[in-house]
């Protein structure tokens, strides 16, 4: 049995009964998971709303708790970072993390990133061991799949496009993830939003396309 982890990060809604104003990330995200259960019914869903519930942020006293010994934390220390725990269990549990999110500024929306500072931890999802070098970090978890959902207002910002170097969003998440043991990552996404022309339209029709394309190769 596959086990999905389904995030969206969204500020916007996903309301199946309007036809305007829905988030487009979400929308995409839920198409997929529709179809995988469809395809594949016996799924684990968890699911994580972040854009309506959103991680803390981690402060001083979370870093010492988690670069605290695990038998010398304190009652307080473990209730600070027991958020973190829960969120890095859901990851360990996951075979696929689904992730929906919009590009917000370039770069990813502020709960996207809480949840990676909540859940990429030392001796928890990697280690630190300078006896490797130039590169002390090495994932504890490995073999995941990230299936990146993400929707932008601007357009180019694929490999060779004309805002490449803009891209903060995509970029940022495959180098982060592979401190949750993903090993192989797609990502789809839906420009022009801020045009609302056809070439948005046809961007949008061309996701909706490669979320069906690419449940047939996973599943």
């Known amino acids: ?27 995409l ?20 709303d972040l854009g309506k519930n ?4 981690i402060d001083e006293a979370w870093i010492a708790a988690v670069f605290t010994p695990h038998e010398q934390r304190t009652t307080e ?12 269990d859901e990851v360990i549990k996951a075979d696929i993390i689904l992730l929906s999110t919009p590009m917000y500024n370039y770069g990813m929306p502020a709960a996207l990133k809480a949840w990676f500072d909540q859940v990429i931890r ?3 999802t990697f280690t630190f061991d300078l ?13 995941k799949t990230m299936v990146l959902i993400a929707s932008c207002g601007e357009f180019g910002f694929h490999a060779g496009g004309i805002r490449e170097k803009m891209n903060h969003l995509g970029p940022h998440i495959k180098v982060a993830s592979q401190y949750l043991g993903i090993e ?12 609302g022309d056809q070439r948005h339209v046809q961007s949008l029709n061309d996701a909706h396309a490669q979320v069906t394309n690419l449940i047939a190769q996973l599943a």
Request: charged content about 30%.
């Open 131 to 143: 006896s490797r070098g130039d590169f002390p970090l090495q994932p504890v978890l490995s073999g």
């Open 184 to 195: 192989k990552f797609y990502e789809i996404r839906s420009e022009y939003q801020e045009f």
């Open 122 to 124: 030392v001796n928890k």
């Open 54 to 57: 959103p991680p803390d942020f």
């Open 29 to 48: 995200a839920d198409s997929f998971r529709e179809q995988w259960e469809k395809k594949i019914t016996n799924t684990k869903v968890i699911y994580r």
């Open 77 to 88: 220390q473990n209730t600070l970072i027991s958020l973190s725990d829960e969120l890095i």
């Open 1 to 27: 049995m596959k086990t999905i982890l389904h995030l969206d990060t969204s500020a916007r809604k996903l309301d199946k009964s309007r036809s305007s104003r829905n988030s487009i990330s979400r929308t």
